[in-house]
């Protein structure tokens, strides 16, 4: 592995173990068995590190969508479904940003940006999956507003469901997980048609 990849993977490790502001470059380099000048000579501050990982996770986001695109009909509920519990996993995988990310993104005005960039995209895939939902049929036609207000309701279930456990005290496991899809489901069913509702 790559010193700098080297450097975010366990830079995720302790941000998700400890958060960002308990941990320094210096406690990176020693976990990751390099020098602190080898650490900056591939990233200035921990900034630097926190806008590199998001870089992952923007990577990491579109390609676990578009595994779901080869293997699920566009519009289903099974692709909407399934895009749910990737969201979560993906989630899980850098929690760190989740727990922290109106913290991260008010502080940081270039992350701030790239993030805006990425949820709009997110949502944007959303809007794609709802179309062809419409187009096949096993979603309902709606309005320009209606469909907003549809992308808004699943988006923040996605988003922040993970957070919603976490606070309420809830351990991230299979169960609740299910629990998620399962209000996710909830949100849907005024959307469906009769085939797509029967199909299940």
Not at 10 to 23: D, P, S, V, Y
Not at 91 to 111: C, S
Request: aromatic fraction near 12%.
């Amino acid at each position: 592995m790559k010193t700098r990849d080297k450097i975010i993977n366990i830079a995720i490790q302790l941000f998700n173990e400890r958060g960002t502001k308990a941990i320094t470059t210096n406690h990176i380099a020693t976990a990751a068995g390099i020098s602190p000048g080898n650490l900056y000579y591939h990233f200035r501050n921990k900034e630097d590190i926190i806008r590199a990982i998001f870089e992952q996770m923007d990577a990491y986001g579109v390609e676990q969508y578009q595994i779901i695109l080869n293997n699920y009909p566009l519009g289903t509920i099974e692709a909407l479904e399934q895009t749910f519990i990737m969201i979560q996993k993906y989630n899980w995988r850098y929690r760190f940003f989740k727990r922290e990310l109106t913290a991260l993104i008010m502080n940081d005005t270039l992350l701030k940006e790239r993030f805006h960039t990425t949820n709009s995209q997110m949502q944007d895939m959303i809007r794609f999956t709802i179309d062809g939902g419409i187009a096949n049929g096993s979603i309902k036609p709606m309005g320009a507003a209606n469909k907003e207000h549809f992308v808004d309701a699943i988006w923040l279930v996605a988003l922040f469901w993970l957070n919603y456990l976490e606070v309420g005290g809830e351990e991230v496991n299979k169960a609740t997980l299910k629990r998620g899809n399962d209000v996710l489901r909830t949100v849907l069913s005024q959307y469906l048609t009769t085939d797509s509702t029967n199909c299940k």
